[in-house]
Antibody, heavy 119, light 113 residues
Framework: QVQLVESGGGVVQPGRSLRLSCAASGFTFSTYGMHWVRQAPGKGLEWVAVISYDGSNKYYADSVKGRFTVSRDNSKNTLYLQMDSLRAEDTALYYC????????????WGQGTMVTVSS | DIVMTQSPDSLAVSLGERATINCKSSQSVLYSSNHKSYLAWYQQKAGQPPKLLIYWASARESGVPDRFSGSGSGTDFTLTISSLQAEDVAVYYCQQYHSTPYTFGQGTKLEIK
């Protein structure tokens, strides 16, 4: 079945780095754009980044621009989010999400991986 | 950035009754070229990731019960649940996909009265 499984979350000190992964299965990963969306504890959804199917186009929320980098390895069916210079306000559950064939709406979501930035 | 504002923040409705959630965008999410509003609705139940319900403001995602419907165009949108079921208790979010950043509303918590 179609599935996204995130990993790589944890507790990290402010200013440090973390890399999240999202393993995709059950669909042709290399033909879909992919997104990261986060949710701070008890809060709403915040879109973080998108990468096109081939990795040639990437867009970021202003809150993470210059600090986060989205990438993908289509040979491994895996999406990544490199998070540098982490701040307390980056603490959240990070979801990867698949866009539909033609729209930037999210039809498949992972269960999320928690990132806590704390000293 | 397009700001999405939902109302109300929370809502309590009796089983079998209608629930209505509103979403307003700070600028139009309608593309004149195709006359479509780039607006989606999601449902998030406790401890679960969001689930896509509606896109193009009114198109129901496959498998979504027909008691869920979306309406509106331009800047004002509504999600309606025609007859509330117990399993509809959740937080509902609107999202615009007209332009980056793809912003969400703050969410509306729906409970049973």
């Amino acid at each position: 079945q179609v599935q996204l499984v995130e990993s790589g979350g944890g507790v990290v000190q402010p200013g440090r780095s973390l890399r999240l992964s999202c393993a995709a299965s059950g669909f042709t990963f290399s033909t879909y754009g992919m997104h990261w969306v986060r949710q701070a504890p008890g809060k709403g959804l915040e879109w973080v980044a998108v990468i096109s199917y081939d990795g040639s186009n990437k867009y970021y929320a202003d809150s993470v621009k210059g600090r986060f980098t989205v990438s993908r390895d289509n040979s491994k069916n895996t999406l990544y989010l490199q998070m540098d210079s982490l701040r307390a306000e980056d603490t959240a559950l990070y979801y990867c999400a698949k866009r539909t064939a033609a729209l930037n709406v999210f039809d498949i979501w992972g269960q999320g991986t928690m990132v806590t930035v704390s000293s | 950035d397009i700001v999405m504002t939902q109302s109300p923040d929370s809502l309590a409705v009796s089983l079998g009754e209608r629930a209505t959630i509103n979403c307003k965008s700070s600028q139009s999410v309608l593309y004149s070229s195709n006359h479509k509003s780039y607006l989606a609705w999601y449902q998030q139940k406790a401890g679960q990731p969001p689930k896509l319900l509606i896109y193009w403001a009114s198109a129901r995602e496959s498998g979504v019960p027909d008691r869920f419907s979306g309406s509106g165009s331009g800047t004002d949108f509504t999600l309606t649940i025609s007859s509330l079921q117990a399993e509809d208790v959740a937080v509902y979010y609107c999202q615009q996909y007209h332009s980056t950043p793809y912003t969400f509303g703050q969410g509306t918590k729906l409970e049973i009265k």
